[in-house]
């Protein structure tokens, strides 16, 4: 059974870091593209951050370019999303999800393209 698993969540300050962490089991993710989505309250759920396993290649929406980095360790089948300058608008449910194949441009933001979901981690930022 294919599952991801969000960690790294929690509270922390404007300015500060964080670093969530999606462990993928039941398969091999080597051909997939991985993404980070998040939902604030009362908003509809959005496209954070993706990185294609085949070439590293990354993809970051406008609101988190610069700030956030994401990242994958191979031989963990662990994705990363390192949080820098965190603002209170980034507080949300941040959730990890799988695409097969190779993503790009727009397709990164369709969520209907992505086979596996993980739970969410809460993350808060203080102001």
């Known amino acids: 059974q294919v599952q991801l698993v969000e960690s790294g969540g929690g509270l922390v300050q404007a300015g500060g870091s964080l670093i969530l962490s999606c462990a993928a089991s039941?398969?091999?993710?080597?051909?997939?593209?991985m993404g980070w989505f998040r939902q604030a309250p009362g908003k509809e759920r959005e496209f954070v951050a993706g990185?294609?396993?085949?070439?590293?290649?990354?993809y970051y929406a406008d609101s988190v370019k610069g700030r956030f980095t994401i990242s994958r360790d191979n031989a963990k089948n662990t994705v990363y999303l390192q949080m820098n300058s965190p603002k209170p608008e980034d507080t949300a449910i941040y959730c990890c999800?799988?695409?097969?194949?190779?993503?790009?441009?727009?397709?990164?933001?369709?969520?209907?393209?992505?086979?596996?979901w993980g739970q969410g981690t809460q993350v808060t930022v203080s102001s």
């Open positions: 999800a799988a695409s097969p194949g190779h993503a790009y441009g727009s397709r990164w933001y369709a969520a209907g393209k992505y086979d596996y």
């Open positions: 039941g398969r091999t993710f080597s051909s997939y593209a």
């Open positions: 990185i294609n396993w085949s070439d590293l290649s990354t």
